[in-house]
T-cell receptor, first 115, second 111 residues
Framework: EPEVTQTPSHQVTQMGQEVILRCVPI?????FYWYRQILGQKVEFLVS????????KSEIFDDQFSVERPDGSNFTLKIRSTKLEDSAMYFC?????????????FGEGSRLTVL | QKEVEQDPGPLSVPEGAIVSLNCTYS??????FMWYRQYSRKGPELLMY????GNKEDGRFTAQVDKSSKYISLFIRDSQPSDSATYLC???????????FGKGTTLSVSS
C-alpha cells in the first residue's frame, strides 16, 4: 500500500539552528500539507502546497518557516532559526486525486526537539 | 470559543464493549467531519468521514453527525484490544482547505 514517508524520524537541534524535515508524498497525489502536534496538544494545520506554491498557511507558519518541492518526489519543511516552542511532531500529509481535503494520508511524523 | 472540542479521556473498556466517542464544534458552516485513529508514535489514519448530518457505517464503526446540536460521534461495536488508540475528530474548515482537529480521546480496550 502506498504511503507517505518522512525523514528524519527524530531530530534534536539547538535553538537558533536551521532544520529541514523531508517528506515523500504518495506518488500520484497533488496536494501536500504540513501539520504539527505539540506534545499533549491538538494536531494543527501549518501549510498546504499545490502546483509548486503555497495555497494556504496558518498564523503559525510565519517567516521562519518555508516549504519547497525541490524535485518531483520530495516535499520539505524548513525552519530557519528554531525556537524552543518549535519542539513538536511534524506530520506531512497528502491528498489523492478526486478526494477532498479532509481525506489526508499522513506520514509517521518527524519529532523535532529543540534544546 | 475553540472550534472543535473533544474530551481527551482516557477511556477504558473491556473487550466486546460498545464505545461512544464524542466531539462538539462551534462553526455551523462546517460540512465535512472526519474521524482519524492515531496509534502511539504514528501518524493519524483516516477512519471515516461524513458530510453534513446523518450516519455512516463501516464494519464495526459508525460515524454520526447532528448539525442541529453541533455534535459528532463515533461508535465502535464489539471493541477489540487492537482498537486501543487515540481517536481524533476533525472538521474541514469553512474554506475547505484545512482540517481543524479535536484534541483526541485515548481509548484502551482490555482483553
Amino acid at each position: 500500500e502506498p504511503e507517505v514517508t518522512q525523514t528524519p524520524s527524530h531530530q534534536v537541534t539547538q535553538m537558533g539552528q536551521e532544520v529541514i524535515l523531508r517528506c515523500v508524498p504518495i506518488s500520484n497525489h497533488l496536494y501536500f500539507y504540513w501539520y504539527r502536534q505539540i506534545l499533549g496538544q491538538k494536531v494543527e494545520f501549518l501549510v498546504s502546497f499545490y502546483n509548486n506554491e503555497i495555497s494556504e498557511k496558518s498564523e503559525i507558519f510565519d517567516d521562519q518557516f518555508s516549504v519547497e518541492r525541490p524535485d518531483g518526489s520530495n516535499f520539505t519543511l524548513k525552519i530557519r532559526s528554531t525556537k524552543l516552542e518549535d519542539s513538536a511532531m511534524y506530520f506531512c500529509a497528502s491528498v489523492g486525486p478526486g478526494s477532498n481535503t479532509g481525506e489526508l494520508f499522513f506520514g509517521e511524523g518527524s519529532r523535532l526537539t529543540v534544546l | 470559543q475553540k472550534e472543535v472540542e473533544q474530551d481527551p479521556g482516557p477511556l477504558s473498556v473491556p473487550e466486546g464493549a460498545i464505545v461512544s466517542l464524542n466531539c462538539t464544534y462551534s462553526n455551523s458552516a462546517f460540512q465535512y467531519f472526519m474521524w482519524y485513529r492515531q496509534y502511539s508514535r504514528k501518524g493519524p489514519e483516516l477512519l471515516m468521514y461524513t458530510y453534513s448530518s446523518g450516519n455512516k457505517e463501516d464494519g464495526r464503526f459508525t460515524a454520526q453527525v447532528d448539525k442541529s446540536s453541533k455534535y459528532i460521534s463515533l461508535f465502535i461495536r464489539d471493541s477489540q484490544p487492537s482498537d486501543s488508540a487515540t481517536y481524533l475528530c476533525a472538521a474541514l474548515n469553512q474554506a475547505g482547505t484545512a482540517l481543524i482537529f479535536g484534541k483526541g480521546t485515548t481509548l484502551s480496550v482490555s482483553s
